[in-house]
């Protein structure tokens, strides 16, 4: 392979701290810039071992996930130099300097523009492969490389719309927590009401490829930009659904650093990529709609221009409150499901954690029981600083 050169002597060293798959880097020795990233999926869930399956399906998806993505949206993914799906096994561009989001968030660490940059991705990548931007015939031929992957969807509907509000075996073993997340979630009919309008919405629409699990252990910043990683999750579904789901993570971070050496200067940072990636989603998903008059959807002349602006409108309105109801079950789900964030569980002092778990629990709750009544970004980051402001529980 040309990226790694000449030579019998490789280094290969594991990397992967995810849930499903291993992944390991190779490199040369005494030579940066000679590496890849080679990742494989096992028959099994990596985080729980071989006591439960998982198709190897996954990383045929990741494949055809990243293929496309390197197709509409290069600039956010790495690039590929080997595929067999036959060996559920891909080789890829090492990212280099670039960090794991997460971790360098834990760490109060801004990167400019990283909002921008995820809601760049989010419209480019949703509007390309959705029936507003392509033709019935090209998409559907799209979608039918995407029909393998019904053990991580199963997945997705167990431990985020199902476990975390049930007394489940799988669920985070903090008692404190579990018997607050019973009360306050598992109690409230109203909220599990909801929480299935929007299980339904992620059982039945598929409104364009979504990449499933956008969060920011799937996300790498750095100097060159931001990257989009581990795709296996990918199907299609919502167009709320990535969006929710990123935008939960970067609040958990914010509630994480109540505790953490962020401050408030950092949180109120969080609350500005939040704010930025819906704008820059908005602002580019309109952009392109502009530049395609004619989809599956949308016959250019159908609707007069003051009409189709309105429609436009209140289409983006409803992905936002989809948005947000799916940010409020990724909140309930990282904080009592299985797999939380480590922005918070990696708090040691578990009276600390304690607090800020049933925050996001809180948070979740007011989340879900008020989306129809958030319209937009900024009435968003209004009632999300209201709700915090409220609260007593920075160490």
Not at 156 to 184: C, D, G, M, R, W
Not at 218 to 243: H, N, R
Not at 307 to 312: E, G, I, S, V
């Amino acid at each position: 392979m040309e990226v790694l050169g000449t030579g019998d002597e490789l280094d290969i060293t594991e990397i992967g701290d995810g849930n499903l798959n291993f992944v390991f880097r190779v490199s040369r020795p005494g030579q940066p810039g000679r590496s890849i990233i080679v990742k494989q999926a096992v028959p099994y869930l990596r985080m729980a071992g071989e006591s439960w399956p998982l198709n190897k399906n996954r990383m045929i998806t990741e494949i055809r996930a990243l293929q496309t993505y390197n197709e509409i949206v290069p600039d956010f993914v790495p690039d590929i130099y080997h595929v067999d799906e036959n060996m559920c096994v891909i080789m890829m561009e090492d990212l280099g300097a670039a960090k794991v989001l997460r971790y360098s968030m834990m760490e109060g660490e801004v990167f400019p523009g990283v909002g921008e940059e995820i809601g760049k991705f989010l419209a480019e990548s949703l509007f390309r492969t959705s029936y507003v931007g392509m033709q019935s015939v090209e998409r559907r031929e799209l979608m039918q490389k995407f029909v393998l992957n019904d053990d991580l969807c199963k997945l997705t509907e167990e431990f985020i719309f199902t476990f975390p509000f049930v007394n489940h075996e799988s669920n985070y073993q903090n008692s404190p927590v579990n018997k607050y997340a019973l009360e306050v979630l598992s109690g409230d009919s109203e909220y599990l009401r909801r929480v299935l309008r929007f299980k339904e919405l992620f059982l039945s629409k598929s409104d364009a490829l979504i990449h499933g699990d956008l969060h920011t252990g799937s996300l790498m910043a750095g100097l060159d930009g931001t990257y989009v990683i581990d795709s296996e999750f990918a199907f299609f579904g919502p167009f709320g659904f990535d969006v929710g789901k990123i935008i939960a993570n970067f609040l958990m971070s914010y509630t994480s650093h109540f505790h953490r050496n962020g401050g408030e200067e950092y949180q109120n940072w969080l609350l500005g990529e939040c704010a930025a990636i819906w704008n820059t989603f908005e602002r580019d998903f309109l952009r392109l709609w502009e530049s395609a008059p004619n989809s599956a959807l949308i016959f250019d002349g159908m609707l007069r221009p003051e009409d189709l602006a309105k429609y436009k409108q209140n289409f983006m309105t409803h992905i936002f409150q989809d948005a947000v109801g799916f940010c409020a079950c990724s909140l309930a789900r990282r904080t009592v499901g299985i797999a939380g964030v480590a922005d918070i569980r990696d708090i040691e002092d578990i009276d600390v954690r304690t607090r800020l778990e049933k925050t996001n629990i809180d948070l979740s709750h007011f989340l879900m029981m008020n989306y129809e009544n958030i319209p937009d970004i900024a009435s968003f980051i209004a009632e999300v600083k209201s709700f915090y402001a409220q609260l007593t529980i920075r160490s």
